[in-house]
């Protein structure tokens, strides 16, 4: 659980990062003028960095059905390092023009890289060395870590909002973050080389299949992709709403201080770490169909009052209460959605099977929820957005009221998960 994780939080927290201090850093790279105007062409390249994510989850997760899921967790951090370096050196417009939202490009195109195969390695990973009947559990530490890394993002930007003038923060108090990204990222480097294999993997690998994370053995398995693809869907979408454009829909819209946004993300989203464990337990007994339909009932039909409700909130607790609200219907999907996908596929295709269609569904929805958001805040319609949620839900909860369960799927080709074979060790730990 930690060797899976740790790094986990690191590119999450490089990746979310970029979000939580766009608006401090949007008018350094773009001319000076509209406010939404500036916030939408960095949404624009966050939204960037979602396209490349199919491609990483293709390159990085075939890396990880040949060479291993040690192998890919290490590459992943490696890239996500060096990303948040060239954001943290990157020039602003004033001295090299538009060169510098071109080196802010660059670095979201290769987080994007990282972040499509740190996902599906480490969703693979945490899945295969998990005990039998806990599956559920271990692998809800992926938003564990995922939410931690933007929790201390968040907690960063909170202590330079009250130790840094806003002057400050605008001209180079935003680079700080990125430069402990950058730091961060190369200590789980070192971390990570010290991981186990998992077992089921190394059984695998013993047999040298030449269809290893290739697309065609994907494609034998085209209905599990697309229904990964589907059921992302509706989660994706509202993961990235009361989270990484949480903060800026309370300051931009509901028209709360940065600070105070901050903090209504931080606690709500702490809360909502917490939660993660509960629900990927209550999994393993009940199965993982029971929280993702009521997530989908929940997100298809609480999104529209939520989002207005919010949109007139002016007091700290009723933010923070409405946010926690969402975010407790999201963790019906957020908990289990990376355990269901590794269950759909066998072992010799299960890292290229959860990170290709789960990218490539992350590229056309998540990534572009906050673009959407503020494309219909500036067309005067934002109440749009809304419906736009809702509608994303609805599929996916078609889809999850008809998939097959799969708390009880085998991991291995030739054996359903028990105990481990005589002589061989179950990897579960550093």
């Given at each position: 659980m930690?060797?899976?994780?740790?790094g986990?939080l690191?590119e999450w927290?490089?990746w979310?990062?970029?979000?939580?201090?766009?608006?401090?850093?949007?008018g350094?790279?773009?001319?000076?003028?509209?406010d939404?105007a500036?916030?939408?062409n960095?949404?624009?390249?966050?939204?960037?960095?979602?396209?490349?994510?199919?491609?990483?989850?293709?390159?990085?997760?075939?890396?990880?059905d040949?060479?291993?899921r040690?192998a890919?967790?290490?590459?992943?951090?490696?890239l996500?390092?060096?990303?948040?370096?060239l954001?943290?050196?990157?020039?602003?417009?004033?001295?090299?023009?538009?060169?510098?939202?071109?080196?802010?490009?660059?670095?979201?195109l290769?987080?994007?890289?990282?972040?499509?195969g740190?996902?599906a390695?480490?969703?693979?990973?945490?899945?295969?060395?998990?005990?039998?009947?806990?599956?559920?559990?271990?692998?809800s530490?992926?938003?564990?870590s995922?939410?931690?890394g933007?929790?201390?993002?968040?907690?960063?930007q909170?202590?330079?909002?009250?130790?840094?003038?806003?002057?400050?923060l605008?001209?180079?108090?935003?680079?700080?973050?990125?430069?402990?990204?950058?730091?961060?990222?190369?200590?789980?480097f070192?971390?990570?080389?010290n991981?186990?294999?998992?077992?089921?993997?190394?059984?695998e690998?013993a047999?040298?299949?030449?269809?290893?994370?290739?697309?065609?053995?994907l494609?034998?398995?085209?209905?599990?992709?697309?229904?990964?693809?589907?059921?992302?869907?509706?989660?994706?979408?509202?993961?990235?709403?009361?989270?990484?454009?949480l903060?800026?829909y309370?300051?931009n819209?509901?028209?709360?201080?940065?600070?105070?946004a901050?903090?209504?993300?931080?606690?709500?989203?702490?809360?909502?770490m917490?939660?993660?464990?509960?629900a990927?337990a209550?999994?393993?007994?009940?199965?993982r169909?029971p929280l993702?339909?009521?997530?989908?009932?929940?997100?298809?039909l609480?999104?529209?009052?939520?989002?207005?409700?919010?949109?007139?909130?002016?007091?700290f607790t009723?933010?923070?209460?409405?946010?926690l609200a969402?975010?407790v219907?999201?963790?019906?999907y957020?908990s289990?959605?990376?355990?269901?996908k590794?269950?759909?596929?066998?072992?010799?295709?299960?890292?290229?099977?959860?990170?290709?269609p789960y990218?490539?569904?992350?590229?056309?929805?998540?990534?572009?929820?906050?673009?959407?958001?503020l494309?219909?805040k500036?067309g005067?319609?934002?109440?749009?957005?809304y419906w736009?949620?809702?509608?994303?839900?609805?599929?996916?909860?078609i889809?999850?009221?008809?998939?097959r369960?799969?708390?009880d799927?085998?991991?291995?080709r030739?054996?359903a998960?028990?105990?481990?074979?005589?002589?061989?060790q179950?990897?579960?730990a550093v």
């Open positions: 930690f060797g899976g994780s740790i986990n690191v927290y490089d979310f990062v970029y979000a939580s201090f766009a608006t401090y850093f949007a350094a790279f773009f001319p000076k003028g509209n939404t500036q916030l939408l960095t949404a624009g390249i966050f939204a960037v960095g979602f396209f490349m994510r199919p491609v990483g989850g293709w390159l990085l997760g075939r890396f990880a040949r060479r291993g040690k890919a967790l290490t590459l992943t951090v490696s996500m390092s060096a990303s948040a370096l954001i943290a050196i990157a020039p602003t417009y004033d001295q090299v023009g538009y060169f510098g939202a071109g080196v802010l490009l660059v670095a979201r290769l987080q994007g890289l990282s972040v499509g740190e996902y390695a480490s969703a693979t990973y945490l899945t295969e060395a998990s005990r039998p009947g806990g599956r559920g559990f271990v692998s530490f992926q938003y564990v995922m939410t931690m933007q929790l201390i993002g968040l907690g960063l909170i202590v330079l909002q009250h130790t840094m003038s806003d002057d400050a605008h001209s180079y108090g935003w680079r700080i973050p990125f430069i402990v990204g950058a730091v961060g990222a190369a200590v789980v070192w971390l990570r080389r991981l186990l294999e998992t077992e089921i993997y190394a059984e690998d047999r040298q299949d030449q269809e290893r994370g290739t697309i065609a053995e494609l034998r398995h085209r209905k599990e992709a697309a229904l990964v693809i589907a059921l992302t869907m509706g989660g994706t979408v509202a993961y990235y709403t009361y989270t990484t454009y903060t800026k309370l300051s819209t509901a028209g709360m201080s940065k600070s105070d901050s903090l209504v993300s931080f606690c709500a989203l702490f809360l909502f917490l939660l993660q464990p509960l990927g209550l999994s393993d007994r009940i199965g169909r993702l339909i009521t997530f989908g009932f929940g997100s298809m609480g999104t529209v009052p939520i989002m207005t409700a919010l949109s007139h909130a002016d007091t009723g933010a923070l209460l409405l946010s969402a975010l219907i999201v963790t019906g957020t289990i959605n990376a355990v269901v590794a269950e759909l596929f066998p072992t010799h295709v299960r890292a290229l099977g959860v990170a290709l990218a490539l569904a992350n590229a056309l929805f998540g990534g572009t929820a906050e673009y959407v958001a494309w219909f500036k005067g319609v934002e109440s749009r957005y736009y949620v809702s509608a994303c839900a609805a599929v996916s909860l889809v999850y009221l008809t998939m369960e799969t708390r799927a085998a991991l291995s030739d054996r998960d028990g105990p481990a074979a005589p002589g061989k179950r990897t579960t």
